[in-house]
T-cell receptor, first 109, second 114 residues
Framework: GQNIDQPTEMTATEGAIVQINCTYQ??????LFWYQQHAGEAPTFLSY??LDGLEEKGRFSSFLSRSKGYSYLLLKELQMKDSASYLC??????????WGAGTKLIIKP | DTAVSQTPKYLVTQMGNDKSIKCEQN?????MYWYKQDSKKFLKIMFS???????INETVPNRFSPKSPDKAHLNLHINSLELGDSAVYFC?????????????FGPGTRLLVL
């Protein structure tokens, strides 16, 4: 079956760095997305990886290892506004997005 | 300007009623989606249309019927509402449906069935 695993909840301190991991099992693979979802709002796009390696975009970076079925989202210099859920989603061979349940990130002062 | 809009934002109704949710995108995208997000926050794809044609139709009760009058609109009609239909329904759109296409989400419709 197809499956996305990510931690349910993480806590970090303002100004620190946090890494949110995601493992995936899909029938075929056409890339991995990270989305951010604030409470009561819609998911918004953060990053897309299709090749192995690290993609950096400001304070946020995303890493992919296709051979390991593994990705992580790295958030640096955490701010209170980064408190949100982070959703990992993998694209299968039919280009359908398979979504994880999301990791709720709590930032403490 | 709102890219993907949904109406209504909130919907409270009785079991057994029929209701519709409307979605419009002004991004010029070819592909639109309906998702259901339950209390556990899983986003589950329900339907996807590309250029008004149905391309994804997940295992969804046939009480749910999508309709795409044109590629900028994808509406969702739900018959005989049940308690378990209570959730947030998100509409989304993307340029196409091949890999790497970013999906843009509407603000969601919070449906509560009493």
């Amino acid at each position: 079956g197809q499956n996305i695993d990510q931690p349910t909840e993480m806590t970090a301190t303002e100004g620190a760095i946090v890494q949110i991991n995601c493992t995936y099992q899909t029938s075929g693979f056409n890339g991995l997305f990270w989305y951010q979802q604030h409470a009561g709002e819609a998911p918004t796009f953060l990053s897309y990886n299709v090749l192995d390696g690290l993609e950096e975009k400001g304070r946020f970076s995303s890493f992919l290892s296709r051979s390991k079925g593994y990705s992580y989202l790295l958030l640096k210099e955490l701010q209170m506004k980064d408190s949100a859920s982070y959703l990992c989603a993998a694209t299968d061979s039919n280009y359908q997005l398979i979504w994880g349940a999301g990791t709720k990130l709590i930032i403490k002062p | 300007d709102t890219a993907v809009s949904q109406t209504p934002k909130y919907l409270v109704t009785q079991m057994g009623n029929d209701k519709s949710i409307k979605c419009e995108q002004n991004l010029g995208h070819d592909t639109m989606y309906w998702y259901k997000q339950d209390s556990k926050k899983f986003l589950k794809i329900m339907f996807s249309y590309n250029n008004k044609e149905l391309i994804i139709n997940e295992t969804v009760p046939n009480r749910f019927s999508p309709k795409s009058p044109d590629k900028a609109h994808l509406n969702l009609h739900i018959n005989s509402l049940e308690l378990g239909d209570s959730a947030v329904y998100f509409c989304a759109s993307s340029q196409g449906f091949a890999g790497g296409e970013t999906q843009y989400f509407g603000p969601g419709t919070r449906l509560l069935v009493l």
